[in-house]
């Protein structure tokens, strides 16, 4: 299959106006930091600084809990809930309205794609918010009792990877609730953040309602260990998450921790193998594979190995990689320098060990921080590269002779977060999905997100569910 030359095809970044320099979203407003400290936020594909943005400290962090719990005791708590549905309809609308700008900037800060920023993410953030405005008014009938009361304020800390869709599955569970939060994004990606900040004000929302303080891990460490707060969501590192566990243990705070993953994607040997190879590619090579679901380990029937294999290297020859801000760009770029030099270290090992690298043609740019799409076949359950998550476009391939030595593989790992099935039969899909575990398990699809699904994680890939009517529990006292 070639690879057709196509004209470039950019977006404009007009539509984006950056400001030089981002203060703290504090009880409505933006401003300065206490300390007077900030770090720069750069494009990942170019090296280019995007805007300035304020670290938040200490006394920061203890301004925007005070904040968040006077809206909480004197506004949005005591707010009937189909008020509270109002203002959460409003910034769906706006977001709606504005995004082809959100998904420019995510792009920017990000690296990843604009189709993807464009097509998946932006659409899903403000499902998350339409969706969770339906339930403000309806929480009596989510199976928690006649009248569920929130919790408080909620310190809230999220990754890189989907900034602003993690931002709505945070945020918007939150509000529809009756709690008011505090939320920390990543210091690679703040910038969706604070255009969020922008919308609740262009909303009306209360203020204090919604609080955004940047900053990188100290800021997010001072957040969660907070004693102001009620509530700690965390998505991340299974490692960071560790730590915030054993902070939390003595204190009362609720706890959700959404973690790493190692995902298994099965492909039987009765699979279409065009549908599984693209399901394959989705699976790993989406968002540079900075996806805490990723199919990281590809478990092939042994008897369909080398048809598998071809096709999906040929599939990998088409995929273009290039600057997210292309129409037609598969793969962007890795988020971070730190993000880069994980990645090679571990595919550096995984040669190291014996496994046969590969990757398609591909010319990475001079400036930015790029990873060709990879994949290692000879692939042994102890190496490194089975077991650790590599978090970027980097495929594992393992392959099984029978159903059960498929399970056997699938769940050996100390990651439970997603897996995926490749096969006709029905009744195999069952037989797999009740024995894998994995939060999610995806059939003859991978990657499929909707806002009224649960999603989360066994063992080291945390505890505690997000979205449908299950992720309402985190935020409410039951
Ligand atoms: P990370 O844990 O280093 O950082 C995540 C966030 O936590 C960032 O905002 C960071 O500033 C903050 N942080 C860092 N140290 C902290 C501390 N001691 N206390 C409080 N906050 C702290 O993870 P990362 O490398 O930025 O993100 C990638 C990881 O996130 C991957 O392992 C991935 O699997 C995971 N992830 C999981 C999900 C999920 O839903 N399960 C989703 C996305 C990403």
Redesign the pocket.
């Known amino acids: 299959m070639p690879k057709f030359e196509y004209a470039p095809a950019p977006e404009s970044r007009s539509i984006v106006s950056l400001r030089e320099s981002y203060g703290l979203f504090i009880n409505g407003e933006f401003g300065p930091g206490v300390d007077g400290r900030a770090f720069k936020t750069i494009s990942p594909a170019t090296e280019e600084v995007l805007a300035e943005v304020t670290e938040a400290g200490p006394a920061d962090v203890d301004r925007a809990v005070s904040a968040a719990r006077k809206a909480y005791e004197h506004t949005w708590s005591a707010m009937p809930g189909r008020e509270r549905a109002k203002y959460l309809f409003r910034i769906a609308r706006i977001i709606q309205e504005r995004a082809r700008e959100l998904a420019v900037l995510e792009s920017l800060d990000n690296g990843k794609p604009i189709r993807e920023s464009r097509d998946v993410d932006i659409p899903l953030v403000a499902a998350h918010f339409f969706y969770h405005a339906g339930w403000a008014d309806k929480l009596e009938y989510a199976g928690y009792g006649p009248a569920p009361r929130p919790l408080g304020v909620a310190g809230q ?6 900034p602003l869709l ?1 931002l709505a599955w945070k945020i918007a569970p939150a509000l529809a609730c009756g709690n008011t939060v505090v939320l ?4 690679t990606t703040p910038l969706t953040a604070l255009a969020f900040a922008e919308i609740c004000q262009q909303a009306d929302l209360p203020p204090g309602v919604v609080n955004i303080v940047t900053g ?2 100290e ?3 001072t ?2 260990e907070h004693p102001g707060i009620d509530k700690v969501a ?8 560790k ?2 566990a054993r902070a939390c243990a003595p204190t009362r705070k609720k706890v959700t921790l ?4 190692k995902a298994a994607n099965v492909v039987f040997e009765d699979a279409p193998v065009d549908q599984a190879v693209e399901g394959i590619v989705n699976g790993i090579f989406f968002n540079q594979g900075h996806v ?2 990723a199919g990281s380990r590809l478990l092939v029937q042994e008897s369909v190995y080398s048809d598998v294999l071809a096709s999906l290297r040929r599939r990998l020859a088409t995929l273009r990689l290039g600057d997210p801000l292309d129409k037609n760009t598969d793969v962007g770029a890795i988020n971070s320098a730190a ?1 880069l030099a994980k990645i090679r270290e571990l595919s550096e090992v995984g040669e190291a060990e014996g496994a046969q690298r590969w990757s398609p043609p591909c010319e990475l740019p001079v400036k930015g921080f790029w990873f060709p799409p990879t994949i290692f076949t000879g692939v042994s359950q102890a190496h490194r590269i089975a077991r650790e ?1 590599i ?1 970027g476009p980097v495929l594992s391939v393992l392959t099984f002779r029978t159903p059960a030595e498929a399970v056997e593989k699938a769940n050996n790992t100390p990651y439970g ?1 997603s897996a995926g099935v490749w096969t006709e039969k029905g009744s195999l899909i069952l037989w797999m999905a009740s024995r894998l575990r994995a939060g999610v398990v995806w059939a003859n699809t991978f990657n499929k997100f909707d806002p009224t699904s649960p ?1 989360g ?1 066994y063992k080291e ?2 505890y505690g569910r997000e979205g449908g009517r299950h992720g309402l529990e985190a935020y409410l006292d039951v």
């Open positions: 800390v999220i990754p890189w990877n989907f993690m920390k994004p990543a210091e990188a891990g800021t997010g460490r957040l969660v965390f998505t991340g590192s299974t490692e960071v998450g730590q915030i959404e973690l790493g993953g805490c679901c993000q998550e978090f977060l999603f994680g890939s945390g």
